[in-house]
């Protein structure tokens, strides 16, 4: 399956411009809002750190691997929030690594708080192309050579900006957001290859259901779509006194997406730590390659109002200069 994989990569790079849509694919997309939608950023009410780590499709040599880490925080000077994060994702012998900003404003309506942000950034696109391998090509001892004025030998990369937008509606019980990235679409170049961007859009909507005082549940949906393929999941997620929690996923809404079915468990250790585990039940064609996938989830919530009670601004007295 490696060859394969390798052999559909070369064919892919056979041409100069390449169509690339690279979006790391997250299972507890519920747990990490910010990762996705940057205008969710201050609505965990502290500064809020989250780490996350999936390794898709665990034994299939060159499977994708990603590894995240954000952190944002309420910006109560500007009537926002702000928050940054890290990316790094990898699958066979492409890998992207992205770092970004973002700032969005927040309007306290009566119907619950609205908030609408940008986030900017740039993208490093790398391909190692000592781990292509070319009908054609001579791959001997320490020689590689693909006999393609396209695809290079060694390890090339590239630098793009990324911009993104993004809308965020919260309630008691219920939330929704939106997000666009890569809009306009651009180009990243690799050495002699260009990849495409294009741009992606995300949508997402929870709800939040008390069944008693000590459990309740939160469905939700989650929708990505480039305007040319959509992918939908859906999952129910049980908390038992906001400590524990456990879940069931369902990714694919038709015959051409039918993906995996999820598993979510997690454990509040105090106020501040929060840990959480899914587990992806592969049902589509990869399921007897693959021995499923594994990806976790650390939050860290400072839980500390942070610039709360600010003192007023400086008002200078013309008598005093």
Request: hydrophobic share 40%; charged share 15%.
């Amino acid at each position: 399956m490696y060859k394969i994989l390798i052999l559909l990569g070369v064919m892919l790079w056979s041409v100069h411009h390449a169509s690339s849509q690279r979006t790391p694919q997250y299972s507890q997309y519920m747990f990490n809002k910010y990762q996705f939608n940057h205008a969710y950023a201050g609505f965990d009410r502290s500064l809020s750190i989250t780490g996350a780590s999936r390794t898709q499709w665990a034994t299939f040599d060159g499977a994708p691997s990603t590894q995240s880490i954000n952190a944002h925080l309420p910006f109560y000077i500007w009537s926002g929030g702000i928050g940054f994060s890290l990316e790094n994702d990898q699958a066979g012998a492409l890998s992207y690594s992205s770092a970004r900003v973002s700032y969005n404003f927040v309007y306290d309506a009566p119907v619950g708080l609205f908030s609408a942000g940008i986030r900017i950034g740039l993208v490093q696109s790398r391909i190692n192309g000592s781990l292509l391998r070319t009908p054609d090509g001579v791959y001997e001892s320490n020689v590689i050579q693909h006999n393609d004025p396209i695809l290079p030998a060694r390890s090339t990369a590239g630098i793009a900006p990324t911009w993104s937008i993004a809308a965020y509606f919260i309630h008691d019980y219920f939330e929704t957001g939106i997000s666009i990235s890569d809009l306009p679409e651009g180009v990243n170049s690799a050495g002699s290859l260009d990849l495409n961007k294009k741009s992606l859009i995300n949508w997402f909507a929870e709800a939040n259901l008390p069944l008693n005082n000590d459990i309740d549940i939160l469905p939700s949906l989650f929708v990505k779509s480039d305007l040319v393929q959509t992918q939908a999941e859906i999952a129910a997620i049980f908390k038992y006194r906001s400590q524990y929690v456990a879940g069931l996923g369902f990714r694919g809404y038709n015959v051409n997406s039918v993906d995996a079915v999820v598993l979510y468990a997690g454990l509040r250790f105090n106020r501040k730590y929060t840990l959480t585990y899914s587990y992806d039940l592969g049902i589509n064609g990869l399921r007897t390659f693959s021995e499923g996938t594994h990806e976790f989830v650390l939050n860290f919530n400072l839980q500390k109002l942070i610039g709360v009670g600010l003192p007023p601004k400086v008002k200078y007295n013309p008598r005093f200069l």
